[in-house]
């Protein structure tokens, strides 16, 4: 985990600054290298759609690990074993898709505070404290890491409220968020100026950089300028076309 670099990540946020990042979901750890050369704020190391397994994760985790760049991985399952594996990699945190219930991203939170504390060594004995320190020491390491859950305002039971009311989540990353449906683009915006009011922030990938401008026009502060493998056919896409060749689109697969 990159203190420094979570630190100069939650500096940025709070000074209005938008924090651009890459969706990585190709298996060289190349990918997170440029990434991290270019200078970009965080990428997310996608282990639930892509096809990375966990000696692959670990290798875009250590790709960052000299920069600025928050390395943050989205998990396929829930679980506290996988939380704590993706803890112990190194990553600056987890992005969880799928929350639907305050409840389910409670039980998240907990296990992430958790699988912290364990990991950086803090000379907790969890036989022998009191169970109110524990819950103090996991309770400070939420400003050490990142939990972002994935939601989508349709899927949410109980409305986003109680969501929202969760203590230590700071951003929450949403799909599709910007739609040319007036009342769809009504309800975004809703969502996303009751985030600020609550001092948290909304993050969403662009799939062009028309969407970019976009998203950032409706006050999302997190900002991913596509996916890694989508990136890289456009701009091969874009050579060939300037030499007559073309190429089949449609099989580029985004998240």
């Known amino acids: 985990m990159k203190f420094s670099a979570l630190h100069k990540f939650r500096y940025k946020l709070k000074a209005g600054e938008p924090l651009y990042g890459l969706w990585v979901t190709l298996e060289a750890a190349a990918v997170s290298d440029i990434a991290a050369g ?72 907990q296990w992430s505070r958790r699988a912290f504390v364990d990991m950086s060594g803090m000379g907790l004995d969890r036989a022998t404290c009191w169970e109110s320190d524990i819950a103090q020491q996991e309770q400070e390491s939420t400003s050490n890491m990142l939990v972002v859950p994935m939601v989508e305002a349709s899927s949410l039971k109980g409305g986003i409220d109680r969501i929202l009311e969760i203590d230590g989540v700071e951003i929450f990353f949403f799909n599709s968020a910007v739609s040319e449906d007036a009342n769809v683009l009504a309800v975004w915006d809703s969502i996303v100026r009751e985030l600020h009011k609550r001092g948290k922030y909304a993050a969403t990938v662009a799939t062009s950089a028309e969407s970019l401008v976009d998203y950032r026009s409706h006050g999302f502060s997190v900002l991913g300028v596509g996916c890694d493998s989508a990136i890289i056919s456009h701009g091969i896409r874009k050579l060939l076309e300037a030499v007559g060749r073309t190429g089949n689109s449609e099989s580029i697969i985004h998240r």
């Open 38 to 109: 270019l200078g970009f704020d965080w990428i997310v190391i996608d282990a639930d759609r892509g096809h990375l397994d966990w000696a692959e994760v670990l290798e875009h985790v250590r790709a960052t690990v000299r920069s600025d760049t928050v390395a943050l991985v989205r998990i396929a399952e829930a679980s506290q074993g996988v939380i704590e594996r993706v803890i112990n990699a190194g990553a600056d945190g987890i992005v969880v898709s799928k929350i639907e219930t305050a409840a389910q991203l409670q039980s998240i939170m």
